[in-house]
């Protein structure tokens, strides 16, 4: 897959730019199934015209431009990751635009004629709720109007899952209540958490549980604090385990609040500090809870560990 960094003023096109397109519009933190949806239907026009697939998102997030969040932005796919899963996806062009103040001061008309039109987009594909240009005012109706006959514009319909609309705000909500169920069946696989191996405090090995301390990329969205089913990848190969994210009450002291991401790896006895991993996250068990002793510990985290055994038997 070809990325190409897009800018305005400064770099709106380059050499690399070689269409024509039929190119899915959105953000698509998660690449959920809302988005693949769109992106699936980009892939029908590109094959049924003999276009090249293409995505375009942006970064940073929008809100952390216009100032609508005061808090930090957490992504459900830090850009690095949401690359690699739309490579995975077949798609051929990736447009990352880079969205600062004078990219969201835009008209709904120049940013379809500079960021469609002139990069050779025939076919342009989004979700029925996508606005675009100053404030948001552009909309669907209006993308169909000024694209015209140069290119031709499909709407995908709302994608729902019970009741309700997916999408990232509804994947956020679930991950802060560790429902990582729900989160699975609206990403359409696992939520996947990137980040290193570091050295922890290596008080597992002593008990027979040793954990790879995970220090995870800063962007990503962290679960909700508590005890889950995991499975973790080192060096390309996948392994059962259980992960607690919390401040180990049995060990320290309350008022230390230090979070620490740890997977106890089933089966598993390397060194591996250093390694980039990444967690994908099944299914939350319980709280972090303090124990009154090692003993009573050492029975919860084999029950913990069979449970994590079971789920993947099952």
């Known amino acids: 897959m070809k990325v190409i960094q897009l800018s305005y003023p400064n770099q709106i096109t380059t050499d690399e730019v070689v269409g024509p397109y039929s190119m899915a519009l959105g953000f698509f933190d998660g690449v ?5 949806a769109v992106i699936q239907q980009a892939k029908v026009k590109s094959e049924q015209t003999g276009t090249k697939l293409a995505v375009m998102t942006f970064d940073p997030h929008p809100s952390i431009v216009l100032g609508q969040s005061k808090e930090k932005v ?4 830090p ?16 447009f990352v635009v ?3 103040s004078d990219f969201a001061q835009l008209t709904p008309k120049d940013f379809v004629q500079l960021f469609v039109k002139d990069l050779g987009v025939q076919h342009v594909i989004a979700g029925f709720d996508y606005t675009f240009g100053s404030k948001g ?8 109007e000024l694209c015209g006959d140069e290119a031709s514009v499909t ?11 997916i999408s990232s705000t509804r994947i ?3 991950l802060q209540l560790g429902d990582m169920e729900s989160v699975c069946k609206l990403l359409g696989h696992p939520y996947i958490t990137p980040g290193v191996v570091v050295h922890g405090d290596k008080r597992g090995r002593t008990i027979g549980f ?13 679960p909700a604090n508590g005890v889950y089913v995991v499975k973790i990848a080192v060096q390309d190969e996948w392994f059962v385990g259980v992960c607690n994210i919390g401040f180990k009450p049995t060990f320290k002291n309350p008022a230390e609040k230090n979070l620490s991401i740890e997977v106890h790896i089933v089966d598993f006895d390397k060194n591996i500090y250093g390694e980039e991993v990444e967690i994908a996250w099944y299914k939350w068990l319980r709280s972090e809870q303090k124990f009154d002793g090692i003993d009573a510990l050492i029975e919860q985290l084999t029950k913990d560990k069979q449970q994590a055994i079971d789920y993947f038997k099952a």
């Open 79 to 94: 850009l690095q990751q949401k690359i690699a899963i739309l490579g995975e996806m077949g798609v051929d062009t990736l």
């Open 74 to 77: 957490f992504y459900i796919t």
């Open 210 to 222: 040793p954990t790879a301390n995970v220090q995870v990329d800063d962007d990503s969205f962290i």
């Open 155 to 165: 709407v995908v319909d709302k994608q729902v899952a019970g009741d309700d609309k």
């Open 137 to 144: 005012k552009g909309d669907m109706k209006l993308m169909t």
């Open 98 to 100: 880079r969205f600062t």
């Open 172 to 174: 956020r909500k679930q």
């Open 32 to 36: 959920h199934k809302g988005h693949q």
